[in-house]
């Protein structure tokens, strides 16, 4: 990559360093919805895979020809061999994708007597919990991450984070999950023929308002329910908290390496400044910023040069000889082409000041630009292309 | 044009999702102010409190209220007012007690509980609810000239990839709440939601996997009872340079450098080969947008197709997206 064409000053990404270093046990890839996340992640699992690592790429919601590429049909939560990996340096790929709900079934069923994990399993309120609730999906890929890791199989796991409303949602949700499933207020409130001593009769009478309100809210039912769950999951309440902290401890462990995506687009990049703040407050370790769909400016021909060029084209008179027909017609797709070329030279200068709004707050942060491909990637062969881009191989 | 002959005429919400980059927030956006006209009232929801309405109008973040934004185009006769409101579930929460029950200050004080919070927790669904609860009751407020608060309302809402749980409001929350009054209340909702009064759009950009996720959320609204799939509204779209056939047939690169000298350009034939390439992979971009069309055409929805602007979306931008959907006959 040549330096005259980077939309950035930054220092440059060296996405091969962090992929060689064998101390690199995990790469978290982050950033906003629809900015490339899944396939970066894929390309860079196979990178490693293909430079001599053990990998084992974790992701979320890929999407169907993407997840094809890597040889995934279904949503089995097991880690499966990728065919076609090369195999020269010793690597292997494996690749599998979240299923939440059966992630939080598998809990369930590890950490209570088979009667009792039935019983939970078959409890409206957990159904909806382990499948809807908002954060169940980030909880669970970090619990994953964390099995994963602990079963030391592989030496490399490369997670994908989910498509939240937030990018910083995955690093919230196990907190507020943990908090919610552990919290002394559920308990409370849920059984309040507990907290009968006679100190907590005052916050009982405030938590009897709350209770009313709630059933008129929700319905008695649902309380009903809840009520069920937090009997039987009990003994389980402990445990959450200690899992969200153990998996907060994993990603700020130094062989833990965060890459934010993003493109250069105004709401992308806010999002990746938001995060690379957060990570930075959190103490975790930042390896840099992929700036995904970059339009390099092609060439050296200024937007206003060009469509200045272009117009004296267009208001040349029209001669009737033939040599003048062919030539207006020649004039014709010149103009078009300058036209294409300042549109695109306009399209690099935007993405440019769009960078530079992030780059300016964070000038240390190292970034590697990644050109707009045509097409998707759907196999091996594309991912390989995008891993090589992203290692800042010339196209 | 007459204020009866776009395509969605008789649809007075308009649910506008689209895959994660596509510009769902700004196309949402240009609808509301196209649909401004004639003296209407639109109201501007965003479902999601990520404040990019107000980012994109330019103005401070938005509270939970409803405030005028913008007005429409004029030009076509009398114009229009666009209102908008950033719903969140603490908001609309509050707005549920008081409206069924009177209870604002119970509200607040489960707020300064964190119980909204708690609420919207063990019922996964209440949110959601919420949140097109308030909508629909934004639809059928009364009020206004023609008996109605607001002409029409535009919700930015949830991506693809969500859309079908948002609205299918009732059937997520009936694993939770058999009976009850949330039960009802999205039973309500649903009466809003699935009637012809509304319609799903969906934004869409001329590549593979937005396209994949339009086509599956497209089949997956088709499955739900009731539920009134609209327009596919190509955003950031390329329009050919050239006809079609001159793309295919490639550019002469030596015919090319005898214009970019007659154009008084230096270095003619270097300029010549690099601007053959852009065009050469222009036309292949054109070729696979076309793929990409035909794919979308396929569902059978009415496709509007929008530009992509080299410059920033401004206001400015807005009201010339705005116009191109009023001319293509969705607004």
Known sequence: MTSTTALTDNPVLEADRIIDDRRTRIIVCCGSGGVGKTTTAAAIGLRAAERGRQVCVLTVDPARRLAQSMGLTSLDNTPRLVEGVSEEPGGSMYAMMLDMKRTFDEIVEAHSDPARAEQILANPFYQALSSSFAGTQEYMAMEKLGQLRKSDEWDLIVVDTPPSRSALDFLDAPERLGRFLDGRLIKLLLTPAKATRPFTKVINAGFSVVTGTLTKILGAQVLRDAQTFVTAFDTMFGGFRERADATYKLLQAPGTSFLVVAAPEPDALREAAYFVERLDAERMPLAGLILNRVHRAPGTLSAPRSLAAAETLESAPNGSSETDSSQASADAVAAAALRLHAARMSLGERERRVASAFTSAHPAVPVMEVPALPEDVHDLAGLRTVGASLSGEPQ | ?331
């Not at chain 2, 603490?90 to 509980?113: I, V």
């Not at chain 2, 739900?224 to 190509?234: A, E, L, P």
């Not at chain 2, 971009?285 to 979306?313: M, S």
């Open chain 2, 1 to 331: 044009m007459t204020a009866r002959d776009t395509d969605w005429d008789g649809v007075r919400l308009h649910v506008v999702t689209g895959k994660g980059g596509t510009g769902k927030t700004t196309v949402a956006a240009a609808l509301a102010l196209a649909l401004a006209r004639g003296g209407r009232k639109v109201l501007l929801i965003e479902a999601e409190g990520r404040q990019g309405i107000a980012r994109l109008f330019d103005r401070p973040p938005l509270p939970y209220g409803e405030r005028k934004i913008a007005i429409g185009p004029g030009g076509e006769g009398e114009t229009g007012d666009v209102y908008a409101l950033a719903i969140d579930p603490e908001g609309a929460l509050l707005d549920y007690l008081q409206m069924f029950y009177g209870m604002r200050s119970a509200g607040r004080a489960l707020t300064k509980l964190g119980m909204v919070d708690f609420a919207t927790t063990i019922a996964p669904g209440l949110s959601d609810v919420l949140c097109t609860g308030k909508a629909t009751e934004a639809v059928r407020r009364k009020g206004g000239r023609n008996g109605h608060a607001y002409d029409a309302v535009v919700m930015d809402a949830p991506p693809t990839g969500r859309i079908g749980r948002f609205l299918n409001v009732s059937a997520e929350v009936s694993g939770l709440a058999k009976v009850g009054p949330i039960r009802s209340h999205a039973d309500s909702v649903a009466n809003v939601i699935k009637s012809p009064q509304t319609a799903v759009h969906f934004v869409c950009t001329l590549e593979e996997m937005p396209v994949q996720e339009t086509l599956d959320g497209i089949a997956e609204l088709r499955g739900v009872k009731g539920m009134q799939v609209g327009g596919v509204i190509v955003n950031m779209a390329r329009p050919a340079v050239l006809p079609r056939e001159e793309l295919e047939s490639g550019p002469d690169v030596s015919a090319l450098a005898g214009s970019l000298t007659r154009a008084g350009l230096h270095s003619a034939d270097e300029l010549a080969k690099s601007l053959g390439d852009e065009l050469a992979e222009h036309a292949r971009r054109v070729r696979l947008q076309d793929g990409q069309r035909d794919d979308l055409a396929e569902a059978g929805q009415p496709l509007y197709e929008l530009p992509l602007l080299t410059d920033a979306i401004d206001l400015a931008a807005l009201y010339r997206l705005a116009a191109e959907l009023r001319d293509q006959g969705a607004a």
